[in-house]
């Protein structure tokens, strides 16, 4: 499974730091992708990393903003958010795809339970 922490309340200008753990399989198998789902929109990509950090990419929207990384020994993948802003709100979710690092969520077949960045003043 994977497992989502780090989410919570943040001033405008403010920094997360998002976790997502994996277990019951190895994560190095696999590429992750951070997707976000605002109320009442589509889930939308955010980020991804390759199995071996080779390959990483980023939505318009965060780039220079986010950062993702990954520690295949300690099977955890972290997008560092910084400068947020109102838009950023949203359920996050990670999810793990067997192919290639992708922004969209149809290659993925496994999803954590999201955690939730609110950005508010």
């Known amino acids: 499974q994977l497992v989502e922490s780090g989410g919570g309340l943040v001033h405008p200008g403010g920094s997360l730091n998002l976790s997502c753990t994996a277990s019951?399989?190895?994560?190095?198998?696999?590429?992750i992708g951070w997707f976000r789902q605002a109320p009442g929109k589509d889930r939308e990509g955010v980020s991804c990393?390759?199995?071996?950090?080779?390959?990483?990419k980023y939505v318009n929207s965060v780039k220079g903003r986010f950062t993702i990384s990954r520690d295949n020994a300690k099977s955890i993948v972290i997008l560092e958010m910084n400068n947020l802003k109102p838009e950023d709100t949203g359920v996050y979710y990670c999810?793990?795809?067997?192919?290639?690092?992708?922004?969209?969520?149809?290659?993925?077949?496994?999803w954590g339970q999201g955690t939730q960045v609110t950005v508010s003043s």
């Open positions: 999810a793990r795809n067997y192919f290639a690092c992708s922004v969209v969520p149809g290659p993925y077949e496994l």
């Open positions: 019951g399989f190895l994560l190095e198998g696999y590429a």
């Open positions: 990393i390759s199995s071996t950090s080779s390959t990483i």
